[in-house]
């Protein structure tokens, strides 16, 4: 079993960049598929990159911005936020899953969230 620790978010610019961190423990990460989902203030929560041995999606309002990878060294992914908008603002969670099946959907494992909050 993995636990899953997210870090890196505050409150940030319109055109800032900034890093989340998902730790893990208990396993190693190489071994799963991860997910970043984000929920904003009353609203659902939504996809928005994954990466696994194969490949890495993302989803479209984060393509070009957003880069997913790995950091094997220290068993961890990040997900780096470049040109951030209001509308990236929420909870960001990370999520593992031991398949490579469908990256939007599927995950076992879940964080705890980091918030972001992106201001105008």
């Known amino acids: 079993q993995v636990n899953l620790v997210e870090s890196g978010g505050r409150v940030v610019q319109a055109g800032d960049s900034l890093t989340l961190t998902c730790d893990a423990n208990?396993?190693?990460?190489?071994?799963?598929?991860i997910g970043w989902f984000r929920q904003a203030p009353g609203k659902d929560r939504e996809f928005v990159a994954a990466i696994s041995c194969i490949t890495t999606v993302y989803e479209d309002s984060v393509k070009g911005r957003f880069t997913l990878s790995r950091d094997n060294d220290k068993n961890a992914v990040h997900l780096q936020m470049n040109n951030v908008i209001p509308e990236d603002t929420g909870i960001y969670y990370c999520?593992?899953?031991?398949?490579?099946?469908?990256?939007?959907?599927?995950?076992?494992?879940w964080g705890q969230g980091t918030e972001v909050s992106v201001c105008s």
């Open positions: 208990g396993d190693t990460l190489r071994r799963y598929s």
């Open positions: 999520a593992a899953k031991e398949d490579t099946n469908d990256l939007r959907t599927g995950y076992g494992y």
